[in-house]
């Protein structure tokens, strides 16, 4: 059993475009986030959700825009792609009452390459 | 801010070597610290993680870490690398409020 999962696993899209990238996970937490990890394989976190409410928002642009439907879920919507939101986007997962600092769960990556 | 240092982006180690990769913190309230892998192509995965309690913390697939207040570090070790154990390795710090900061990865390189 997947415990946290994303779809797509690979986006190839063009410049200009609007896509979407979506996380389902099966454990039960009630925190999940996004990362983005770059060529050099530096890993940030973007933002993080708690009962479907937003926690972290870090310094990302406005063309993210995360969504939370309810607290199994987490989609990550980016209009405009440009070239430098290639990346690889991580979708975690923790059990958190937003003060501890519990484990986080992983899912296994969206490989985006915008052209 | 609290923040994570890896010192060496890439270790070589022989198979059967002992595995050191390295990992210093700075934390201005007592740190939880973590160790995560990432093999190729995949996402990540816990290792192991400090949360305040032993100072000498057993993970997954024979690595551990120790805590070293005095020292701010947190390095990794395994006495006896393995083809296997080839991969990306992380160190992280929580700041609390779910956010963990990351340090910029170590590739364990291991050869026969």
């Known amino acids: 059993d997947t415990a946290v999962s994303q779809t797509p696993k690979y986006l190839v899209t063009q410049m200009g475009n609007d896509k979407s990238i979506k996380c389902e996970q099966n454990?039960?937490?009630?925190?999940m986030y996004w990362y983005k990890q770059d060529s050099k394989k530096f890993l940030k976190i973007m933002f993080s959700?708690?009962?479907?409410?937003?926690?972290i928002n870090e310094t990302v642009p406005n063309r993210f825009s995360p969504k939370s439907p309810d607290k199994a879920h987490l989609n990550l919507h980016i209009n405009s792609l440009e070239l430098g939101d290639s990346a690889v986007y991580f979708c975690?997962?923790?059990?958190?009452?937003?003060?501890?600092?519990?484990?986080?769960?992983f899912g296994p990556g969206t490989r985006l390459l915008v052209l | 801010a609290q923040s994570v240092t890896q010192l060496g982006s890439h270790v070589s180690v022989s198979e059967g070597a002992l595995v050191l990769l390295r990992c210093n913190y700075s934390?201005?309230?007592?740190?939880?610290l973590f160790w995560y892998v990432q093999y190729p192509n995949q996402g990540l995965q816990l290792l192991l993680k400090?949360?305040?309690?032993?100072?000498l913390v057993k993970g997954i697939n024979g690595f551990e870490a120790e805590f070293k207040k005095s020292e701010t570090s947190f390095h990794l070790t395994k006495p006896s690398a393995h083809m296997s154990d080839a991969a990306e390795y992380f160190c992280?710090?929580?700041?609390?409020?779910?956010?963990?900061?990351f340090g910029t990865g170590t590739r364990l390189l291991v050869s026969p």
């Open positions: 400090y949360t305040s309690a032993a100072t």
């Open positions: 975690a997962s923790s059990q958190d009452d937003g003060r501890s600092r519990e484990t986080q769960y």
């Open positions: 454990l039960g937490h009630d925190t």
């Open positions: 934390s201005s309230v007592p740190p939880y």
């Open positions: 992280a710090v929580s700041e609390g409020f779910q956010k963990l900061v």
């Open positions: 959700y708690n009962n479907k409410e937003l926690i």
